[in-house]
């Protein structure tokens, strides 16, 4: 006969208690090698072992549990800096605004006769333009559909005069806008004219066009050009979707409203595999414009709008709150499932970085960061450049034409857009040949500061496994580090993010998903201050495990007072890279001009929650979305999906606590986490793997929230004892 235990009786039997006897199970440290060649092995992608995630907190048995069987089994809700949970609560434009924006549309102003206007514009341009103008306006008053959704002047290589002619339209025709093309010749540019997108119009129909058939020209971002002096200059509102990634969504609206994805400024960005929201802001745009965008868009929401004076920047959040549910959940014993999420929420996990930090292709992030910090450029560009195990037929092609004919125009022409580094060092090749260091630097500054990063997180990993396996989670012990309690002010040591100096995040719009790379551990105070645990601070029994940091290498920060301090030094020796000296003349790529910072090694869920669920169908999703919430409410919000199956239906009366990880996991346990470097989307069918329709399932719902450094599928790791890896999920799918 099989006995159950209670969990609390469970618990006892194993001896599971807080921190300070917690068991430890754990890989084994392996040696280091030292480096002998720059040339990287070929392989598929960095394993767990790697890069240095060898521990586990808990001594229980992990379990089997299905991770994003459906997008909205992970749910992301970005959390501000005053520790306010971000939900889409509202759709509309402020009702004063849409009263007061009646007079500023289009087909009110155009009931004016500019006749006067095109006349004083006749003896500033001439008569061949004066009359395109002209033309040009009675074909938008009319609402007669054009092929030209603007007109392009006549050349002219005097500055002067093109100045001119943009204050002219920005005086006498503001309902136009103005920007600098290129002229048939390199000594001349042109003005192009065109309807101003800052102001709402319902006069033209539906006459927009794709970008690539206006000759790939970017319209400018400036907004409208009349701003009240008593409001904010940006438009602050709240960005819901569904299964698309951030930059994916703002392309979305930037090419409705006439902007630039660049225009747009957030915090940080959230999963594609996902129901994410989270703020942003976008420089002198009317809330009634894209409020009425809603019934237009697929899969994307956007509301709770308002103005304010700042602009969001990457880093400028608290952390993510988030609702992750585990499907197909079994183990050899219900209690263990039990057993396992209450430790998780009591005793958390250790702070890893996780797999996402290092990239998924066979070239994993940190080693081409060890080329930069030995100087090795030409080993670092090839690494980037040349063919990958495990990448899509197609790139790989393209990569090996490139490596065999050095073709640099036939390969940007094939190259995918997305692939902003290689394409940014085929553009520097073309001015610059041979020029490796100059290429290096041609790619946007966040994305070619993740691969130092990433070696960082590479250090600290390993440095953390091996303060587990040395001295357990007992206690503190001599020479750790912990932050600073308040009224401690003796040995102070300044805490610094160098990754979130000098920028502000305008690198990212191309970045790959790299926003929260640049900012590292960006929950903690600016100016927290760290400390050296002394014998005396043992005997007071001041600090506990839970304040311990490790430093991610840098010329501002500190190293451990015991063995875990000779790690770094150890590890990064083995790799040729000195921690102290420069190895060459580029200060970017040197630890001597990088900061560093500090990171928690243990890391406690916020707020959590978890619970059991019973379910039979696994179309039905487990928890609710802000969507759902505002939907039961009345009015009427459907979020139009092309995977009408999506929209969601709330089985059991679950509860709705959203949360935010900014993570790729593929559909099983953790693949992906929270912080915001691109994996390639494994994209799984929902009924892949699903159980059948009548067969009772069980699921854990859990609800926690992270500060935005920390990755969740640590947290998942945790729970479920298996690897991150996505090549491991893949597998089991």
């Not at 100096?501 to 201050?529: M, P, Y």
Request: aromatic share 8%; charged share 25%.
């Amino acid at each position: 006969m099989q006995i159950i235990l209670s969990v609390g009786t469970f618990l006892n039997q194993i001896q599971f208690k807080p921190y300070p006897l917690i068991q430890i199970l754990s890989a084994p440290l392996k040696p280091f090698p030292r480096r002998t060649t720059t040339v990287v092995r070929s392989m598929t992608s960095a394993e767990e072992s790697d890069v240095g995630i060898l521990c586990y907190i808990s001594p229980l048995p992990g379990f089997r549990g299905i991770l994003k069987q459906r997008y909205s089994d992970f749910i992301v809700n970005e959390v501000d800096m005053d520790g306010n949970v971000v939900h889409l609560t509202s759709l509309e434009a402020p009702p004063s605004e849409v009263a007061g924006e009646k007079k500023d549309k289009v087909s009110d102003q155009l009931e004016k006769d500019y006749a006067p206007e095109i006349e004083s514009f006749r003896t500033l341009v001439g008569d061949s333009d004066a009359e395109n103008l002209k033309l040009f306006i009675d074909q938008i008053s009319s609402g007669v559909k054009t092929n030209d959704e603007s007109i392009v002047l006549s050349p002219s290589s005097d500055k002067t005069h093109r100045t001119a002619v943009h204050n002219f339209f920005k005086e006498r025709l503001k309902f136009l806008v103005t920007d600098t093309v290129d002229g048939p010749d390199s000594s001349s540019k042109c003005i192009r004219v065109r309807l101003n997108s800052g102001i709402n119009n319902n006069a033209r129909g539906n006459n927009s066009r794709k970008r690539k058939d206006r000759g790939q020209q970017q319209y400018d971002s400036r907004g409208t050009d009349s701003w009240p002096d008593n409001t904010g200059k940006f438009l602050r509102f709240y960005l819901y979707k569904e299964n698309k990634d951030t930059q994916e969504a703002l392309g979305i609206l930037g090419k409705m409203i006439g902007v630039q994805p660049r225009s747009f400024g957030f915090a940080g960005t959230k999963d594609k595999r996902s129901v994410s929201t989270q703020r942003v802001t976008v420089f002198k745009q009317r809330a009634s414009k894209l409020a009425a965008l809603n019934d237009r868009l697929f899969g994307i929401k956007v509301g709770n709008f308002c103005y304010v004076d700042e602009e969001l920047v990457l880093g400028k959040l608290q952390g993510n709150r988030f609702t992750i549910t585990l499907r197909s959940v079994s183990s050899d014993a219900e209690d263990i499932i039990r057993a396992s999420a209450t430790a998780l929420g009591k005793n958390g996990f250790i702070n890893y970085f996780g797999l996402q930090r290092f990239g998924s292709s066979s070239i994993p992030t940190h080693l081409i960061g060890a080329a930069l910090l030995r100087g090795e450029w030409k080993a670092a560009v090839s690494m980037i450049l040349d063919p990958r195990e495990g990448e899509k037929d197609v790139t790989r092609t393209i990569r090996e034409y490139y490596k065999e004919s050095g073709d640099i125009e036939g390969t940007l022409r094939q190259l995918p857009r997305h692939l902003v580094a290689e394409r940014s060092i085929l553009y520097c090749f073309q001015k610059n040949p041979g020029n490796y260091l100059q290429a290096l630097l041609a790619i946007p500054r966040t994305l070619r500061m993740m691969y130092v990063h990433s070696y960082q997180s590479y250090l600290w990993n390993h440095a953390a496994s091996m303060r587990v396996q040395k001295y357990g989670m007992h206690q503190v012990v001599l020479g750790d580090l912990v932050y600073c309690k308040n009224q401690e002010i003796e040995k102070e040591i300044k805490f610094s993010n160098s990754e979130c100096e000098g920028g502000n995040g305008n690198d990212t719009h191309d970045d790959c998903h790299v926003d929260e790379l640049s900012v590292i551990d960006l929950s903690e105070a600016r100016n927290t201050v760290v400390k050296v645990i002394s014998e005396e601070d043992i005997a007071a029994g001041t600090y506990t495990i839970d304040d311990i940091v490790l430093p991610l290498p840098g010329s501002r920060i500190t190293y451990p007072l015991n063995d875990i301090g000779k790690i770094y030094h150890d590890i990064a020796r083995k790799d040729d890279i000195s921690l102290t000296d420069g190895a060459h003349n580029s200060k970017e790529f040197s630890f001597t001009s990088i900061t560093g910072a500090y990171r928690r090694v243990f890391q406690k869920p916020k707020d959590f929650e978890w619970e059991l669920l019973k379910y039979t169908d696994a179309n039905i999703p487990l928890a609710e979305t802000d969507i759902d919430i505002i939907a039961k409410s009345g009015t009427s919000t459907s979020v139009r999906d092309s995977n009408d199956e999506e929209q969601i239906k709330l089985q059991n009366g679950c509860s709705s606590k959203s949360e935010n990880l900014d993570d790729k996991i593929e559909q099983l346990v953790g693949s992906e986490e929270t912080e915001s470097v691109r994996e390639e989307d494994i994209h799984i069918e929902e009924s892949r793997g699903a159980p059948k329709a009548q067969e009772s399932q069980m699921a854990l719902k859990l609800s926690f929230t992270l500060p935005s450094s920390c990755y969740a599928t640590m947290a998942i790791r945790e729970l479920l004892k298996t690897s991150t890896s996505v090549a491991f999920h893949k597998a089991l799918n």
